[in-house]
């Protein structure tokens, strides 16, 4: 197999064991859940076709579904960060050009435009997640104030595993 292909491998096990084994247990304040494991939706190559990656943004979130118990609100989460994904990565990342990024990353692109789609895609995420669990028992404000806390602690996170594993030579 490719060596990119081992490489995304052992990032979704890495991230899906950091989320499954450790984040899935921290709320902080009742309004922050970091999910970190969204971030391989985000590193996922620029250029890839539309199809597998909704079809990879679905399974991955319903591997975290499974793993909770829940009833598919990170698969339709995580589906509907990779459709924002298609739009955000052309017009912030590529900045329109016909280019393909193999690992978007903090090191891969500028980092100021990787921040804003980092929180511009977990905002919809959690817009979406919190939108399908609380919106009915918690009232929007809660919800918003959710997505707020929860958008930050969760890019503040991707920033750090940005900078921790991954290399200087992949700018």
């Known amino acids: 197999m490719n060596k990119n292909v081992w490489r995304t491998i052992g990032r979704f096990a890495l991230l899906m064991s950091i989320q499954l084994l450790v ?25 890839m076709q539309r199809i597998p990656l909704l079809l990879i943004a679905f399974g991955t979130g319903l591997v975290v579904d499974l793993s909770n118990g829940v009833l598919g609100f990170h698969a339709l989460a995580c589906t509907a960060v990779a459709m ?5 990565a052309d017009r912030i990342l590529t900045r329109g ?24 895609l977990y905002a919809v995420f959690y817009v979406v997640l919190f939108a399908a669990e609380l919106f009915g028992s918690r009232g929007l404000g809660d919800m918003l104030l959710a997505t707020l806390c929860s958008t930050l602690a969760s890019t503040l996170l991707v920033v750090l595993y940005q900078l921790i594993f991954t290399k200087k030579e992949e700018i």
């Open 84 to 88: 924002a994904r298609i739009w955000f």
């Open 23 to 47: 984040l899935n247990y921290v709320y902080l304040g009742g309004y922050t859940m970091p999910m970190l494991y969204v971030l391989f939706i985000l590193m996922l190559p620029t250029g």
């Open 97 to 120: 050009e016909p280019v393909s990024i193999d690992r978007p990353g903090i090191r891969s692109v500028t980092p100021q435009y990787y921040i804003v789609y980092t929180l511009l």
